[in-house]
C-alpha cells in the first residue's frame, strides 16, 4: 500500500472533451508528479509540482495542467483531448523533490 | 536529454534459472537510478535504487543492480528466479536535482513453474 489513491479507475472520453483526474497522497507528501504510460511504453513525465507550485515539466504540451492543494491532493487537467492522449496516467508522490516515488494504481483513460 | 534503453522486451524463464535485465542510460552527469516493478493489477513499486557509493546495491525480493559508469549501464539481476516473479521491470533515471524521472520502455518477464 502507498498510500496514493486516484481516481477514477477507468474513464472514457470523446476527442474535444476535456478531463480531470485527480490524485491524494500520503499526509506530508509535499511533492506530486503525474506520469502519461501508453500502451506497451514505460511512463513519461509531464509535469511535478512542489508545495503547490509547478516544479518541473516534461515534452507536454500546454492543454496538459495540473494543481496541487494543501491537502494533499492533486489534479491533472487535460483539453481539447486526442485520441493519442489514451493511456494509464499515474499520480507519485514523495517527501521532497530528492525520495523515491510512491506510485498509486493510476486511471486508465480512453478517448474515442 | 536523458534517455534510458532497456533492450529486453520480454523475457521467458524457468523458475530457478538466473535473470539479468539490462539497462543503458544515457546521461553526462551525475545521475540516480532505479528499477521498478509493476505486477499484473498492481502499482509501480520500488526495487532497488542507486545514488552514491557502493555501484552493487541490494533490494527487495532477492533483486540486485550493479552500476557501471563506464558503461553507462544499470542491469538487474537475480540468481534464482520464481513464478511471483512475473511481472514488468522498469529501469529510470533521474540526472536533474530533484526526483522528476527518465523510465526505459520495460521489460516484460514472464516465470514459468
Known amino acids: 500500500e502507498t498510500g496514493v489513491t486516484q481516481s477514477p479507475t477507468h474513464l472514457i472520453k470523446t476527442r474535444g472533451q476535456q478531463v480531470t483526474l485527480r490524485c491524494s497522497s500520503q499526509?506530508?507528501?509535499?511533492?506530486v508528479s503525474w506520469y502519461q504510460q501508453a500502451l506497451g511504453q514505460g511512463p513519461q513525465f509531464i509535469f511535478q509540482?512542489?508545495?503547490?507550485?509547478?516544479?518541473g515539466r516534461g515534452n507536454f504540451p500546454p492543454r496538459f495542467s495540473g494543481l496541487q492543494f494543501p491537502n494533499y491532493s492533486s489534479e491533472l487537467n487535460v483539453n481539447a483531448l486526442e485520441l493519442d492522449d489514451s493511456a494509464l496516467y499515474l499520480c507519485?508522490?514523495?517527501?521532497?523533490?530528492?525520495?523515491?516515488?510512491?506510485f498509486g494504481n493510476g486511471t486508465r483513460l480512453t478517448v474515442t | 536529454a536523458q534517455s534510458v534503453s532497456q533492450h529486453n522486451h520480454h523475457v521467458i524463464l524457468s523458475e530457478a534459472a538466473s535473470l539479468e535485465l539490462g539497462c543503458n542510460y544515457s546521461?553526462?552527469?551525475?545521475?540516480?537510478l532505479f528499477w521498478y516493478v509493476q505486477y499484473p493489477g498492481q502499482h509501480l513499486q520500488l526495487l532497488l535504487k542507486?545514488?552514491?557509493?557502493?555501484?552493487l546495491v541490494k533490494g527487495i525480493k532477492g533483486f540486485e543492480a550493479e552500476f557501471i559508469k563506464s558503461k553507462f549501464s544499470f542491469n538487474l539481476r537475480k540468481p534464482s528466479v520464481q513464478w511471483s516473479d512475473t511481472a514488468e521491470y522498469f529501469c529510470?533515471?533521474?540526472?536533474?536535482?530533484?526526483?522528476?524521472?527518465?523510465f526505459g520502455g520495460g521489460t516484460r518477464l514472464m516465470v514459468k513453474p
Open positions: 499526509s506530508g507528501h509535499n511533492t
Open positions: 542507486y545514488f552514491s557509493g557502493d555501484p
Open positions: 509540482y512542489y508545495r503547490e507550485e509547478e516544479n
Open positions: 529510470a533515471v533521474n540526472g536533474e536535482p530533484g526526483n522528476m524521472l527518465t
Open positions: 546521461y553526462g552527469g551525475t545521475v540516480n
Open positions: 507519485a508522490s514523495s517527501p521532497d523533490r530528492d525520495s523515491p516515488l510512491h
